[in-house]
């Protein structure tokens, strides 16, 4: 494999992952990632490969020298904190949509015809269709959503007018190794991990019924390879396509942990939604993809990363820590 990528955004929870596949395909990677949010400890392991580089940038600040030699873009440099981003609006829109911007201008200037980005189920809102298809209508709730939406359009107009095969994958809830549980605004998969782990209460916003799309990481960063090995184009739902309550998952993780957790509900949040599945149909017919990873079996092996690192962190002496 003698393709070059660049990932935005690839010292992060889910950029990381994908940086790890990528490697083990034969890829070229350089990574661009200014470590507001990622951090070097994701991509530590992977330091010292001569197939990987790393650059600490803004992505408003890539230049054509960071595109030599690239032959597409994988953008996933976000800021991804809903609550950020009605507090800061400014902020989200210049790193979301200013910068995926940027990211596509420096493109079309570099020749480089394949950017994939990663958007959000955060553009649907509370839609009443669920599962959820990729027409179903758009009514964001938050400048985050809004942001991801409008760079969606950016990607699309692109294609239109200067013949990009872009890619646009709205990714439902990701979770596994490298969450970082320690965010306020975390999934719910790193609180539930970290809670059980010390034993403490599993604490659920509502009746637990409400659902969610989990869909884990090493999965969604295969998808995103085959749809650039495969070279195609336009925007798709990327989650598993059924849905799990939080009141089973919050027995899963108990079961897979072997905690001691018990499961407490709390007031319901006001503005949750209730529902949440996509329908990915349209991925699995245009790549033969499919997510491999049960509910169950993906609990496990994130259980086992941190179980590892918290006997690699005993042994060293330092203060306990989730792998992060």
């Excluded at 408003?60 to 960071?66: A, G, L, M, T």
């Excluded at 959000?120 to 027409?135: F, M």
């Excluded at 092996?301 to 006997?311: E, I, S």
Aim: hydrophobic share 35%; charged share 25%; glycine share 8%.
């Amino acid at each position: 494999m003698n393709r070059t990528v660049l990932v935005t955004g690839g010292a992060g929870f889910i950029g990381s992952n994908l940086v790890d596949v990528l490697l083990e395909r034969g890829y070229q990677v350089s990574i661009l990632d200014d470590l507001s949010t990622g951090s070097t400890r994701n991509i530590s392991h992977n330091l010292g490969n001569p197939r990987l580089s790393f650059i600490e940038k803004d992505i408003n600040d890539i230049s054509p020298v960071d595109l030599q030699g690239v032959d597409a873009v994988f953008h996933l440099a976000a800021r991804v904190n809903v609550v950020d981003s009605i507090a800061d609006p400014m902020e989200d829109a210049r790193v979301n949509y200013n910068g995926t911007l940027n990211v596509l201008e420096r493109c079309r200037e570099a020749g480089i015809k394949k950017v994939l980005f990663t958007s959000s189920a955060a553009v649907y809102g509370d839609v009443e269709e669920v599962p959820t298809t990729e027409d179903a209508s758009k009514e964001p709730l938050s400048p985050y959503g809004n942001h991801k939406y409008a760079s969606g359009n950016l990607l699309r107009l692109y294609n239109q007018i200067h013949g990009m095969k872009n890619v646009i994958f709205r990714l439902f809830n990701v979770y596994g190794p490298r969450q970082d549980p320690s965010n306020p605004y975390s999934g719910v998969i790193s609180k539930f991990m970290e809670w059980a782990s010390k034993d403490q209460e599993l604490t659920i916003f509502g009746d637990g019924g409400q659902t969610r799309d989990f869909v884990y990481v090493k999965d969604v960063a295969a998808s995103l390879i085959m749809a650039y090995e495969k070279d195609i184009e336009g925007t798709f739902n990327v989650g598993t396509g059924s849905e799990t309550s939080l009141d089973h998952l919050a027995n899963t993780v108990i079961d897979v942990t072997g905690s001691k957790s018990s499961i407490v509900h709390r007031e319901k949040r006001a503005g949750e939604i209730y529902r949440s599945c996509c329908l990915n149909k349209k991925l699995k017919s245009s790549l033969g993809w499919a997510p491999d990873t049960s509910i169950k079996e993906g609990l496990s092996k994130y259980h086992l990363t941190l179980t590892f690192n918290y006997t690699r962190v005993s042994k060293l002496g330092y203060r306990d820590t989730l792998d992060k």
